[in-house]
């Protein structure tokens, strides 16, 4: 019922920047919060970012300062500014929307993009 798609990963030398996207599609009423989070090679998802639909954010210690997330409620979109990349940034990236109300459902759900590869190299 609902999909995201990210975009924005690539390659890129520490110390630069990229700009991650996701837009969520679908029959969707209203999203609580979307999120970023990501799995380096061999170790287990953490949460990035998250921003909920009132303004509120929190990031991981690890990235505070350097990536900013942002939303474009009427457009169900997520964007990750990331700054002053460094190696251990690599990633997948992945988009998550959490209490995600659709028509015709009563209830809300949780939905994954399935991710974008972020490789800071140098």
């Known amino acids: 019922q609902v999909q995201l798609v990210e975009s924005g990963g690539g390659l890129v030398q520490p110390g630069g920047s990229l700009r991650l996207s996701c837009a969520a599609s679908g029959s969707i009423l209203r999203i609580n919060v979307m999120a970023w989070y990501r799995q380096p090679p061999g170790k287990q998802r953490e949460l990035v970012a998250r921003?909920?639909?009132?303004?509120?954010?929190n990031y991981a210690d690890s990235v505070k300062g350097r990536f900013t997330i942002s939303r474009d409620n009427a457009a169900n979109t997520v964007f990750l500014q990331m700054n002053s990349l460094k190696p251990e940034d690599s990633a997948v990236y992945y988009c998550k929307t959490e209490g995600t109300a659709v028509l015709g459902s009563a209830y809300v759900s949780d939905y994954w993009g399935k991710g974008t590869l972020v490789t800071v190299f140098a």
């Open positions: 921003a909920a639909t009132g303004g509120n954010t």
